[in-house]
């Protein structure tokens, strides 16, 4: 057959040539983002601005829309972040990952530069533990896990520890070593509680305590006692 819907079939044959190239330099450019995108997966986890504690404003969205192919340069100051706690020096702490998950505090006026050198970043978050890295899920659960545990008092990161490490601890004798008699806390059943209601640790009929994520508070907490389990 001369001809296909009226066109001669050389002018076919030409554009099915034209389509096949076209869709190959699709496919190889999308291979091209894939790979850059795999060679460097930088993703904000969360961002804080404030002087540490409770007194922290989310700052996550802002940092993220600065991040522009795979890097983040931004000033830590009040022009872009605004003045929630006026008077005070205040750092800007932000949880990422590239492979590995990474916390860094850069203080007012400094500059926030992502991702750090290899070899200097300021301090592992997890370790080894997630070298092939996270789903956006566990990214995302990280950090809420990791700003909560900021936040606790120095006991209860002691009794999450004892639970983490032994994977399982009934509720009454934890409360018992860590009481006056034994570790010297005042009242291990209100540590108890607010690690329960942080939703580090959950209980059974039988008063077994478990944490609720091994694998992202167990690395949290590791990460912890490795740096010398600072108060």
């Not at 869709?23 to 894939?34: A, K």
């Given at each position: 057959?001369?001809?296909?819907?009226?066109?001669?079939?050389?002018?076919?044959?030409?554009?099915?040539?034209?389509?096949?190239?076209?869709?190959?330099?699709?496919?190889?450019?999308?291979?091209?983002?894939?790979?850059?995108?795999?060679?460097?997966?930088?993703?904000?986890?969360?961002?804080?601005?404030?002087?540490?504690?409770?007194?922290?404003?989310?700052?996550?969205?802002?940092?993220?829309?600065?991040?522009?192919?795979?890097?983040?340069?931004?000033?830590?100051?009040?022009?872009?972040?605004?003045?929630?706690?006026?008077?005070?020096?205040?750092?800007?702490?932000?949880?990422?990952?590239?492979?590995?998950?990474?916390?860094?505090?850069?203080?007012?006026?400094?500059?926030?530069?992502?991702?750090?050198?290899?070899?200097?970043?300021?301090?592992?978050?997890?370790?080894?533990?997630?070298?092939?890295?996270?789903?956006?899920?566990?990214?995302?659960?990280?950090?809420?896990?990791?700003?909560?545990?900021?936040?606790?008092?120095?006991?209860?990161?002691?009794?999450?520890?004892?639970?983490?490490?032994?994977?399982?601890?009934?509720?009454?004798?934890?409360?018992?070593?860590?009481?006056?008699?034994?570790?010297?806390?005042?009242?291990?059943?209100?540590?108890?509680?607010?690690?329960?209601?942080?939703?580090?640790?959950?209980?059974?009929?039988?008063?077994?305590?478990?944490?609720?994520?091994?694998?992202?508070?167990?690395?949290?907490?590791?990460?912890?006692?490795?740096s010398g389990k600072p108060r």
């Amino acid at each position: 057959m001369r001809e296909l819907l009226g066109w001669p079939t050389w002018v076919i044959g030409s554009l099915l040539i034209l389509l096949a190239a076209s869709l190959e330099g699709c496919y190889r450019r999308h291979r091209q983002i894939m790979a850059e995108s795999r060679n460097n997966p930088l993703f904000i986890i969360s961002a804080r601005w404030g002087i540490g504690g409770d007194a922290n404003k989310d700052v996550t969205e802002i940092v993220r829309a600065y991040a522009v192919s795979g890097s983040v340069k931004i000033p830590a100051s009040i022009g872009i972040f605004r003045d929630p706690y006026p008077q005070v020096t205040k750092k800007l702490t932000v949880v990422y990952s590239v492979a590995r998950q990474w916390e860094v505090s850069v203080k007012e006026s400094d500059n926030l530069v992502l991702p750090e050198p290899h070899g200097q970043e300021q301090g592992n978050l997890v370790g080894a533990l997630f070298v092939g890295g996270l789903t956006d899920a566990e990214s995302k659960s990280l950090g809420i896990y990791k700003s909560k545990f900021d936040s606790l008092p120095w006991p209860a990161k002691i009794a999450l520890g004892k639970i983490c490490k032994f994977g399982i601890s009934s509720s009454t004798a934890l409360q018992i070593e860590l009481g006056p008699d034994g570790f010297g806390f005042a009242d291990p059943k209100k540590t108890v509680s607010r690690l329960q209601g942080d939703g580090f640790v959950e209980d059974d009929v039988a008063g077994n305590l478990t944490p609720k994520n091994p694998k992202l508070i167990g690395a949290i907490v590791s990460d912890w006692e490795k740096s010398g389990k600072p108060r």
